[in-house]
């Protein structure tokens, strides 16, 4: 694993838009979002399949992710470091897939597009369930996912020069690129997903009756999200009453949300960001990490594949 990262402009700060619209809960209502987009990419998809233990841990591995992937925007000059550490945990996917096609996550095209699904999240959990975007903001947002994306030190081939570039690219993907595979359909099925280590307690009917109303219901919030060439893609219907009730869903997201103190709308390793910042911390305090009980299964924990942080 490197030490470093991208050598180049500094990180994003608190007084990029980035700070205030990423990292806070109601992105975790376009999780199954973001995971069913980044695995419909093919070489992704098939490295999913082929390599992860996603789909036997699912909970403890998203709530894992959110540390790292968090910090590479909020851990100030130590962002970089963050980003490279994400980077190679990469290093030896690769493969070559049941069509016989060479796969590889560390492909800058495959790794810059699972970047563009974290920066469009952005974008559609701030229109849904926040307050909406102006023009403006989405190129600032954009001008801004650069910035981060230099965080991983990657080649910055693919990353489009504006946002009408991006645009194109989006569109060009969803239409022309991603593929309705395995692991796309599987981020998709909640019906076996396993409890959660903190949640062991709970009855396994109890548990089997909740993934029966939560199930659907997350496909439903999800295929919102998507855009209409990838609902055709996966097969799905949205009719404008399913339109207009999700917009309803969104303005109440975004109403309780508000309720919240500010401090408890972020994730733990954004607000320790923002304390840092905000003279809470010192700037050289020690980063957080996720805590035991999201740790990957005993058996994978030496792997360099999986963040696994000394707890």
């Not at 504006?162 to 022309?176: G, I």
């Not at 303005?251 to 103190?261: A, G």
Request: aromatic share 14%; glycine share 8%.
């Amino acid at each position: 694993m490197t030490s470093g990262g991208y050598d180049g402009p500094p990180p994003l700060g608190p007084d990029s838009l980035t700070w205030k619209l990423f990292g806070d809960w109601r992105g975790l209502l376009q999780g199954p979002w973001a995971g069913s987009m980044q695995n419909m990419h093919p070489q992704l998809g098939a490295a999913v399949q082929e390599h992860s233990i996603f789909f036997m841990e699912r909970l403890p591995r998203l709530l894992r992710s959110l540390y790292p992937i968090g910090g590479v925007v909020f851990d100030g000059e130590r962002a970089p470091q963050t980003g490279a550490e994400v980077r190679d945990y990469h290093i030896g996917i690769k493969g070559v897939d049941d069509q016989g096609r060479r796969y590889s996550a560390l492909n800058p095209d495959v790794f810059y597009w699972a970047h563009s699904t974290f920066f469009m999240g952005t974008i559609l959990t701030a229109e849904r369930f926040g307050d909406g975007l102006t023009e403006d903001q989405k190129r600032q947002l954009f001008d801004e996912h650069i910035t981060w994306y230099r965080m991983y030190g990657m080649s910055m081939r693919p990353v489009p020069e504006t946002w009408e570039e991006f645009c194109e690219y989006w569109d060009h993907m969803c239409r022309n690129v991603l593929e309705n595979n395995w692991a796309a359909r599987e981020v998709l099925d909640l019906s076996t997903m396993p409890k959660h280590p903190s949640l062991q307690w709970v009855p396994d009917w109890m548990w089997k009756l909740h993934l029966k109303v939560l199930g659907p219901f997350a496909v439903w919030v999800t295929v919102g999200l998507y855009d209409q060439p990838v609902r055709d893609l996966m097969g799905y219907s949205w009719s404008r009453r399913d339109e207009r009730l999700h917009w309803l869903f969104g303005r109440v997201v975004n109403l309780t949300f508000k309720l919240l103190p500010e401090r408890r709308r972020y994730h733990p390793r954004a607000r320790s960001g923002w304390d840092r910042e905000g003279g809470r911390l010192p700037a050289d305090h020690p980063l957080v990490h996720t805590p035991a009980r999201n740790l990957p299964p005993v058996e994978y924990r030496d792997s360099p594949m999986h963040y696994c942080p000394k707890v």
